[in-house]
Each structure stands twice: as structure tokens, then as C-alpha cells.
């Protein structure tokens, strides 16, 4: 069994190189763009529609709004999952809503984070975590609800990065979902550590559990 | 013939698609290392979702459903194209770091294009137990699952993998155009 530091440095690694994946956006554009019906020929779909021909089609073919991608609301952007929405304010800040019995798909919350600006790290099972830790959360994240907090990513000193830690809790388990609890906290990009057991003194001043005020379930 | 009704099911699964195509390409192409192989696999476990929608539907969680069907494609593929080795799980893997060893050498990866080319270099199943346990942060036993294994497998694959894994990092030679990895070099392992 991998050592706790390699697992750490695994989990690391592994959302450093998910998150660093270059345009995912083009290849969504083509995978909603297909029309999902048997004996249709789907293969190499990949090599044979253009990006343009695909971003427009897309929007007309599956009528998106608010289910993924760009929809209006309130002069932002909302991106709506069934485990979380992501509004876009005009001045720059932006909302987020966890929902506790669905299951968060790391990646797609982080990469959405980081379409609106927002530099952040995401996990599930874990936390990433800096010590010390870097000054200024409060400014960064605010609970507005107990299951939304707003964003100003203006706020966050120069070098830092947000991150969210999903864990579950009670008897959740991965394919009901239920019982989720996301930590947030603020990073150094350069210099953080992730951990299944991360330190119970990481929350007081300097994090959040969206929904509940406590530190995650080791 | 439409397999996905009545219209309410379609506009499901269309919800479905678009909250879910992200996490299971990004998993797909840390599997592959490879983006137009991940954009066809992705397609393919989709159309296979939607061919059962009204079943995957009522699953409690039809994203999982997907994630099994992803992570197959993935090893079939890797079959098909002769990359995994005779044995599923090879003893000779050539030299593993120490878990200290590795640890190390990931803290020190700058360049994020070489790990996934490192990544891609491992046997499919490996790489498999990695993305699972790393990225899609799965307990051990749903990977186990998933890849038909028992659970001490699926611990002692992750180690030896990543072993193997910094191994790659630490004397691998990728070529220069590493950031936009070609087909052509899936075969390498």
C-alpha cells in the first residue's frame, strides 16, 4: 500500500495534470453535438467536425440553458450541475451553491472555477491544505446560505489558490452521494499538501465547511 | 428508431451529458494520455448510456454507471491496440521507485505535460488503478470493482505504479511536442 506521502503527492500530481488539460471546451463542443442514437456512425467523430461548426450547433441541437455552459442570469453566467451552481456576477465575484446529496465531480467544479477566473484546486476524499496558512480567506469566501458562499477572487493575495476538499460524511457513500460536506480554504499555489485526515486546526480563520461549521469527518 | 424517450428522457440525458462529459474526459485523457482517443471514448460511453437511459435513469447514481463503462472502453482499447502485456498484471515491470523515491519525484514535477506522458506509459490497468485512486478519488473497493480485482490488488498495483510511474519521470525521454502527445506514442510502454 502506497504511503500516505506518495498518496498525498499522487493526489496533487493528479489535480495539477486534470486541471492543466489544455481546451477541453472544444471537445465537449463536438461530444454534445452528436445526436446519441443507435446505428448512427459515431467513431472519430473527433477528426471530422471543426470547433466552429460544433460550438454552433451545439447550443441549437441540445438547448443547454442552464444545464451546462453559458446560460443568462442576473448580467452573469451560470454554470448548473445536479451537485452545484456557479453564477458569474457582472463585478466580478461569483456564487456557489453545493448541493449536499449529490456527488462532487472534482473536475468539473474545479475547471468551471477556473473558467470563471477563479484559480482552485478540487478533490474528493481529500484536502489540500498550506501551513501556514495564507492570510485573507475572509475577504476571498464568504456564506451568504448555508450551502452557498460568494467568490471574489479579486481579493485573493498574489500566489494563492482556493481549495475545496469534498468528503463524505454519515453514511454517504459514492453512488448515492449522500451526505456530502465540501471544505474550502485558501492556499499557497506553490506550497500545499493533500491530505484524506487533514489538520482539525485548518477551519478557525482561515476556512469554511459549506453547510456545516466543522471540520471534516476523519 | 429514438432510444432515448419520451422527449422528457431526452432532455435527461442531454442534462446528463452536459454535466458529465467534462469529469469523464478529463479522466479519460489522464487514462490515454492521448485527447482525440479520450474525445472518442467519452462518445462511446455516452452513446452506450443513452442506448440504456431509461434503465441508468432511475440508477442512484448514473455517472458512476458511465465511469464503469469509460474505464472498460479504456481497457479494451489499450487490448485492441496490443498495449497491455500478456500478463494483466506483469511481474516484470523493470525498476520501481521506493514509495519515499516516487513521492519525491512527483513533488518535483514542473512540467504537468510530462506526467501525463508518464502516465500514459504505464499498462492500461495501472494506469487505471491510478486515475481512479488519485484522480476520481474512488475508495478501493469500488476500484476493485471496477476492474474485476481484489481489493489487496488494487493497493499493491497503485504502489507499484507509481513506482513505475516516477520511474518514467525521473529517465523518461518524451519527445518535445509532449504537450500535443501523438498516437504514435501510446505504443512506448
Known sequence: MPTEELETELRRAFARAAADIQDPEQAGRRLLKHDYRPGRGHRRLAAGITAGTAAAAVVASLGLSGAFGSAPASGGDTIQTTAFTLVKHANGTATLTINPKVLLEPGTLQSDLRQDGIPAIVTTGSLCYSEPKPPGFSQVVNASMPYTVTINPAAMPAGTELSFGNFRTGNGNFRTGTGEQTIAILINAGSYTCASTPPRGILPGGGLAIGENRAPRS | ?189
Open chain 2, 1 to 189: 428508431m429514438d432510444w432515448v424517450r419520451p422527449k422528457a428522457s431526452k432532455q435527461e440525458f442531454d442534462r446528463f451529458a452536459a454535466a458529465w462529459w467534462d469529469p469523464l474526459f478529463r479522466t479519460c485523457y489522464l487514462m490515454t494520455g492521448d485527447a482525440k482517443d479520450a474525445e472518442d471514448l467519452v462518445q462511446e460511453t455516452l452513446l452506450r448510456v443513452a442506448r440504456r437511459w431509461n434503465r441508468v435513469r432511475s440508477m442512484d447514481h448514473p455517472a458512476a454507471y458511465a465511469r464503469r463503462i469509460l474505464v472498460n472502453l479504456v481497457l479494451h482499447d489499450a487490448d485492441r491496440r496490443s498495449r497491455q502485456r500478456a500478463e494483466l498484471w506483469p511481474r516484470d515491470d523493470g525498476p520501481e521507485a521506493a514509495d519515499e523515491t516516487a513521492a519525491r519525484a512527483l513533488r518535483e514535477v514542473d512540467d504537468l505535460a510530462e506526467f501525463r506522458w508518464a502516465l500514459a506509459q504505464l499498462p492500461a490497468r495501472q494506469g487505471a488503478v491510478l486515475v481512479l485512486r488519485y484522480w476520481a478519488d474512488l475508495p478501493v473497493a469500488e476500484v476493485a470493482d471496477i476492474l474485476g480485482c481484489s481489493e489487496g490488488t488494487v493497493t499493491s498495483t497503485a504502489s507499484r505504479a507509481a513506482g513505475r510511474l516516477a520511474e518514467a519521470l525521473a529517465h523518461g525521454a518524451p519527445p518535445a511536442t509532449r504537450t500535443h502527445r501523438s498516437t504514435s506514442m501510446k505504443g512506448n510502454t
